[in-house]
């Protein structure tokens, strides 16, 4: 029988040795240069080759979205490929190192990124699962997905409803209920 996720993250907090929780949170720097300076830091692996799967799976996704015709795609892959590498790396140093066990991404910052926001989710939810079966623990992740949340994560989900707008298109957006 399968343990309630309840006791899943109690487990995981005594085996981490504490309650803390590790926000994997890509908040936006002002800009692709900003940005870049940030998240591309590990975006070369230790062969200094970059991380082209990862790249060329976020065009594919742009060309799939149809949002391609109205961005500089290379430019979002490349972002969205540094974004990757650089939440999966901060996230085994904190598996590996510090022995974290317990993750909280914040859904709006990867709904920020347009639809391929949540396949860049996905994915590093999929890379702390093989971390997990790597080192036979137990990793829990909580999305965070709490609509009307704090400024900076409402600014993101507003984020990532503008980017994804055709110019006819309108938005009613306020974090007051009725308004």
């Not at 990757?84 to 920020?112: D, G, H, M, T, W």
């Not at 036979?136 to 965070?144: A, G, T, Y």
């Not at 006819?168 to 308004?179: E, H, T, Y």
Request: with cysteine.
């Amino acid at each position: 029988m399968k343990k309630h996720n309840f006791i899943q993250l109690a487990e995981a907090q005594l085996a981490q040795g504490t309650l803390y929780c590790a926000g994997l949170d890509p908040h936006p720097f002002g800009g692709y240069e900003n940005n870049m300076e940030v998240y591309g830091s590990v975006i070369i692996d230790k062969k200094g080759d970059t991380h082209t799967e990862r790249v060329s799976f976020y065009e594919r996704l742009a060309t799939l979205s149809g949002i391609k015709e109205f961005i500089d795609y290379h430019r979002y892959s490349y972002m969205l490929a540094a974004v990757e590498s650089y939440i999966c790396e901060v996230v085994k140093i904190l598996v590996e190192k510090c022995n974290v066990r317990v993750f909280k991404p914040q859904s709006a910052f990867y709904e920020q990124f347009g639809p391929a926001g949540n396949f860049l989710l996905m994915r590093i939810r999929n890379y702390i699962k093989e971390l997990e079966k790597k080192n036979n623990i137990r990793i829990i992740c909580l999305l965070d997905c709490k609509r009307g949340d704090i400024f900076t994560t409402q600014a993101a989900y507003f984020l990532g409803l503008l980017g994804n707008l055709k110019e006819d298109w309108g938005i009613d957006f306020s974090a007051l209920v009725g308004d």
